[in-house]
């Protein structure tokens, strides 16, 4: 069964940091691609970054290039999301997901007030 723990959501304030953790388990996590995605209030969830099975390849949204950082740990089945230079409209629900599959964590709260 295919499982995700999510940690280090909070509060934040502008210009603060932050890293994400999203750590896997019930399937072989160093053979799949997996990426974070957001869903602030109101709008539909997007997808933030993505990295490769081997870590060599990696995409991320236009708005958060330059301040966010994804890595993973094959060895203990994580993935971070380090972001820094955080503004308010980072503020959503930040959710880890198997590539190509309908496998979401359970998501994790970020908010930085304006």
């Known amino acids: 069964q295919v499982h995700f723990v999510e940690s280090g959501g909070g509060l934040v304030q502008p210009g603060g940091s932050l890293t994400l953790s999203c750590t896997a388990s019930?399937?072989?996590?160093?053979?799949?691609?997996m990426s974070w995605h957001r869903q602030a209030p109101g709008k539909e969830r997007e997808l933030v970054a993505r990295?490769?099975?081997?870590?060599?390849?990696?995409n991320y949204a236009d708005d958060v290039k330059g301040r966010f950082t994804i890595s993973r740990n094959n060895a203990e089945n994580t993935v971070f999301l380090h972001m820094s230079n955080l503004r308010p409209e980072d503020t959503a629900v930040y959710y880890c997901?198997?590539?190509?599959?309908?496998?979401w964590g359970q998501g994790t709260q970020v908010t930085v007030p304006s």
């Open positions: 997901k198997r590539h190509a599959t309908a496998d």
């Open positions: 990295i490769s099975s081997g870590g060599s390849s990696i």
């Open positions: 019930g399937f072989p996590f160093s053979m799949y691609s």
